[in-house]
Nanobody, 115 residues
């Protein structure tokens, strides 16, 4: 399974951005899908994840501002980011679990929020 993330870029504080991540390859079924982010010098952290059935979990720092969703027919996960803050600046990675506990990661897409 390969993941291709897109949608990163430069946005002003208070603005919005939508990230997309498409899975391809030999896909029978994708389980949990999620978005993580990482800034230099810090560990990668979970931003949001969504189960195949739609149950979601969010980091406290993004609750109420970010929304994760998925389209199982397109093997795609989205992250709608609103009310962006400079501290949201990071490389965002998508990930999915599939098969018997396998993990796949996208290449990362940079989101820069200017103040």
């Amino acid at each position: 399974v390969q993941l291709q993330a897109s949608g990163g870029g430069l946005v002003q504080a208070g603005g919005s951005r939508r990230l997309s991540c498409v899975a391809s390859g030999k896909i029978l079924s994708l389980d949990d899908m999620g978005w993580y982010r990482q800034v230099p010098g810090k560990q990668r952290e979970l931003v949001a994840k969504i189960a195949r059935g739609g149950t979601t979990n969010y980091a406290d720092s993004v609750k109420g501002r970010f929304t994760i969703s998925r389209d199982n027919t397109k093997n795609t996960v989205y992250l709608q980011m609103n009310s962006l803050k400079p501290e949201d600046t990071a490389v965002y990675y998508c990930s999915t679990k599939y098969g018997s506990g396998m993990d796949a990661w996208g290449q990362g897409t940079l989101v820069t929020v200017s103040s």
